[in-house]
């Protein structure tokens, strides 16, 4: 069985050929050097550009793959959270094929995408086990104990801890995105003393997640010291943020994971490919197993949505043309019904 995946969340246009479960060919194309111009993502540009994108994308894909657009058997397309504009941009493009082509549509949820994409690459990753889901847009823990078995047990209330990155990084004249070089700093000045930010509700039993209270203190010490902001005094600031946003995160994932009694915990999304968090994380590989997707299947791309588009036909799932596209994850997901046997 041969699915198309689609992802248009935000900046970024993927497109993936998945076969029997494996990716054949996954391509993005990125937008970061038009949205880096403008210090973060412009929403109407992001969807004009991948309107221009996403139909030639497509083509290539199946070139790459061998195969003719006719093989497919169904669609896999991101229905939401992200930039309202965008996901339309690929909803209606896969409805449009779907309908064009008599395939089955399959709407996936954009965090389930990358709640999942660790089985892509790590075949021992088995239920149940503890979900961490971290980038720009969404900072999540989940108990995960099947494909269709998701408890949500801990989000963040204001900033996804990614866009806490992109904002400090911005305040200190760092560029966008803000995360790779914060990372990069931070690595580099490793043995310098960090500067002390707050550890935001590290109340225990709390899985919830706050960002902008870091986020403000560190714009304060900026301002307070803006007149001797050396390269050391920056690099500090980045090894104090990360190890604010990275102590956080391990510390709830760590617990919550103690709690349950599960041993097997997963991080994804774009934060997921910083080496300061998978080096904290890898402090605890003796009690837990830890699975980390690589780099490319961090951010978003069309790979996750063709995965777990594939997993979720597999067991009859599949969508009605007139689901809805959603620009946040407080919608309940598109009705779904069982594929004809």
Request: proline share 3%; aromatic share 6%.
């Given at each position: 069985m041969i699915l198309l995946g689609i992802e248009s969340s935000c900046d970024e246009?993927?497109?993936?050929?998945?076969?029997?479960?494996?990716?054949?060919?996954?391509?993005?194309?990125?937008?970061?050097?038009?949205?880096?111009?403008?210090?973060?993502?412009?929403?109407?540009?992001?969807?004009?550009?991948?309107?221009?994108?996403?139909?030639?994308?497509?083509?290539?894909?199946?070139?790459?793959?061998?195969?003719?657009?006719?093989?497919?058997?169904?669609?896999a397309v991101t229905s939401g959270p992200g930039?309202?504009?965008?996901?339309?941009?690929?909803?209606?493009?896969?409805?449009?094929?779907?309908?064009?082509?008599d395939k089955p549509l399959i709407a996936v949820d954009h965090v389930r995408a990358h709640l999942f994409s660790p089985l892509i690459e790590h075949?021992?990753?088995?239920?149940?086990?503890?979900?961490?889901?971290?980038?720009?847009?969404h900072t999540e823990l989940y108990t995960v104990k099947?494909?269709?078995d998701v408890l949500l047990e801990g989000k963040t209330i204001d900033d996804a801890a990614g866009e806490a990155y992109d904002k400090v990084a911005g305040a200190l004249g760092l560029g966008y995105p803000?995360?790779?070089?914060?990372?990069?700093?931070?690595?580099?000045?490793?043995?310098?003393?960090?500067?002390?930010?707050?550890?935001?509700?590290?109340?225990r039993g709390n899985y919830d997640f706050s960002f902008s209270g870091l986020k403000t203190a560190v714009m304060r010490y900026i301002k307070e010291h803006s007149?001797?902001?050396t390269h050391g005094t920056v690099s500090s600031i980045?090894?104090?943020?990360?190890?604010?946003?990275?102590?956080?995160?391990?510390?709830?994932?760590?617990?919550?994971?103690?709690?349950?009694?599960?041993r097997r915990i997963a991080v994804s999304g774009g934060v997921a490919a910083n080496t300061g968090?998978?080096?904290?994380?890898?402090?605890?590989?003796?009690?837990?197993?830890?699975?980390?997707?690589?780099?490319?299947?961090?951010?978003?791309?069309?790979?996750?949505?063709?995965?777990l588009g594939y997993r979720l036909f597999e067991l009859g799932i599949q969508s009605d043309m007139d689901t809805d596209a959603y620009a946040n994850n407080t919608h309940v997901p598109q009705r779904a019904r069982a594929a004809a046997s």
């Open positions: 246009t993927g497109v993936a050929v998945v076969r029997d479960g494996k990716v054949l060919v996954d391509l993005v194309s990125s937008q970061v050097d038009v949205h880096t111009e403008y210090g973060g993502v412009v929403p109407e540009f992001a969807s004009r550009m991948q309107l221009e994108a996403i139909g030639p994308l497509t083509d290539r894909a199946c070139r790459d793959a061998g195969i003719r657009l006719s093989q497919i058997d169904g669609i930039l309202i504009g965008s996901v339309l941009v690929g909803m209606n493009f896969a409805k449009g094929l779907a309908y064009s082509l075949g021992g990753l088995a239920f149940p086990y503890i979900g961490l889901v971290v980038s720009g847009g099947s494909m269709t803000g995360g790779p070089v914060m990372d990069r700093l931070a690595a580099q000045g490793a043995e310098r003393r960090g500067v002390k930010f707050p550890m935001a509700m590290m109340r007149s001797g902001l980045a090894v104090g943020f990360q190890d604010a946003v990275t102590g956080v995160l391990v510390k709830k994932t760590i617990a919550l994971a103690r709690q349950r009694r599960i968090l998978r080096k904290m994380l890898a402090a605890y590989r003796d009690e837990f197993e830890m699975y980390i997707p690589s780099s490319r299947l961090c951010t978003d791309n069309g790979s996750m949505i063709g995965f």
